[in-house]
């Protein structure tokens, strides 16, 4: 049961460098939207993003691993240091928590506490079972050990989470709120709960990627905000530490909540503006590389089910992982898997992954091949027209 004393009413003022920083996040986002990336361009770009996200995040709560560890950790290679065989476990299991985000947002499923609990769940053990709340009083110290934070008591815990998921979703349904400003708000509230005794900032930077991928700022993955929070780590404490005292109930609950919006939405910005000009980059790149259209695929390539696929891309533009389910007829999600698979391969592509049902549809290389297939079908039948034309004149002639 949610009391009023718990319920989530945050104070905060959208001052002009706020407003500022919201604009250039819309104009990047926008700017994004419509750039033609290739899928073998975008795959690399998302792939890249997850790397950072999971090498920073773990990296703010003192993980030593450097980011081409990183990587040879998620690839499932061994790097032969047993000293560091926790930094290993914390990184694989982040890892295995953007994945788990990615099939939830496949499903549309909606933000609600088992989810959060499923999540941290993925953090502190890499499992999707639900991690239950504390159920004691935790604390935040600095390295020298004085305590910097003294969060609610553990029986708040519970009424004020319900309150900030239920908040966060009316504020997704209802939009009278950016949602940038939603997802930096839920960002703080979950830091100033503090619901766990360990994992609390990982969880709450994963849900905040979360949300801003529901409400279609997810840049179609190609982003990472962790990288901005570590470069700025200072800035990051500076702008959780609010209101008089470190004791949440001497203050914070009232804080005015400006600060930390300011430092989130300056991090957006600045990271929407980064990805925006690699993707310009590296799709002028391509496409100097690539200076004839011409397709460079063959049917041949396909397997079965792709060959078979064909015919409902040809029908409709844009597919649903439902639409492919019934087509071939198998759960969606084996669909979803097959989906997956096809993007990696470069068969079909995300079309708009902003929406609440994500559609797809062919790559810019197999359109080009398909069109050019139709013109030749079309070529054929214009022949065999004219021929059987022909063949009927000279008939008429010989009688």
Known sequence: MITESMKFNPTYTINERL???????????????????TTRLFTSLRETSRLQSTHYSTQIEGNRLTQQEVKKVVQGESLGFPARKRDQIEVSNYF?????????????TPLSEDLIQRIH????????RPSRYREDQNKVSDASGKVVYMPPEAKDVESMMASLVKWVNEEIEYEEIPAPVVAGLLHYQFATIHPYYDGNGR??????????HKTGYGMQGIYSLEEYYAKNLSGYYRSLDTGPSHNYYFGREEADVTPFLDYFLK??????????????????????RNTTALPSRDIRELGAKERHSLSLFLKQKEVSSTDVANHLGIPQRSALHLLKKWIDKDFVKMVDESRKSRSYGLTTEWELLIEQQRMEERKQKLTQMTNKKRKQKDAEIER
């Open 96 to 108: 295995m928590a953007l994945e788990f985000l990615e099939q939830e947002l496949e499903k549309n």
């Open 121 to 128: 769940g993925f953090v502190l053990r890499g499992s999707k």
């Open 19 to 37: 407003i500022k920083n919201l604009l250039e996040i819309e104009r990047h986002k926008e700017a994004i939207d419509v750039l033609p990336i």
């Open 267 to 288: 991090g957006m910005a600045e990271s929407f503006r980064k990805v925006r000009a690699r993707a310009d980059q590296l799709q002028k790149e391509h496409q100097e």
């Open 203 to 212: 969880t709450a930077r994963l849900l905040t990627t979360y949300v801003l």
